[in-house]
Every structure is written in C-alpha cells, then in structure tokens.
C-alpha cells in the first residue's frame, strides 16, 4: 500500500512558476509509473502529465505541454511537477497517483492508478 502526499501549491499570479512535489511511502517507489491529476469544480479528474518507473518516458496534456515538467527521484520517492507560465485557467487541486500495472504505454485515466494522494491547491490569479 502505497501513501502519497503532495505539497507546493499555492496562490500564484499569471505568469508565475510552482513546484509541486508528491512523497510517496509504503512501498517500493520505483516500482509505480507517477501521474499528475487536476480537477476544478464541475469539471473531471484530467491527467495532466505522467512519468514511466525509470523516468525515461513521458507523457503531457497538449494544455500543458512545453510549460510543465513531470521528473521523479526514486532515491528520494518523491515525484515532481516543475509548472511555468501559469495561467487562470490552470487553477485546480491537483492530485499525484500511482500505477502499479506494467502496460505498453503510461496511463492518461483515472481507473489506470491505484493509489492516490489528499491534493494540493493551485489558484493562479490574472
């Protein structure tokens, strides 16, 4: 069983730059494919960016795509999400998960991640 706690959000004004980070406990870190999710109220859960074990392969939300960068270090269990150029429109909780499954390719849905953390606030003001 895997615990995930994510930290870095925060009120940022348009244009700005955060840096969320997930720590994960309870279980062999390296193991888990990492996904960044967001949700905003009346909107679903969207993955955002998602990082293989290794860390050698990536994938982006075409929205997000040259402005966030998705990096993990298994040594220190903690995924990280690296957001510049941020804008309204990015404000949401965002929430880090954990895909126990080896599959072809890295999962971009909810039902591909088993385990999940509590979220983070991110409200970028204009």
């Known amino acids: 069983q895997v615990q995930l706690v994510e930290s870095g959000g925060g009120l940022v004004q348009a244009g700005g730059s955060l840096r969320l980070s997930c720590s994960a406990s309870?279980?062999?870190?390296?193991?888990?494919?990492m996904g960044w999710f967001r949700q905003s109220p009346g909107k679903e859960r969207e993955c955002v960016a998602s990082?293989?074990?290794?860390?050698?392969?990536?994938s982006y939300a075409d929205s997000v795509r040259s402005r966030f960068i998705i990096f993990r270090d298994n040594a220190k269990n903690t995924v990280y999400m690296q957001m510049n150029s941020l804008k309204p429109e990015d404000t949401a909780v965002y929430y880090c998960?954990?895909?126990?499954?080896?599959?072809?390719?890295?999962?971009?849905?909810?039902?591909?991640?088993?385990?999940w953390g509590q979220g983070t606030q991110v409200t970028v003001s204009s």
């Open positions: 990082i293989s074990r290794s860390g050698s392969s990536l």
């Open positions: 998960a954990a895909d126990r499954t080896i599959r072809a390719m890295l999962g971009t849905t909810t039902t591909k991640y088993d385990y």
């Open positions: 309870g279980g062999t870190f390296s193991w888990y494919c």
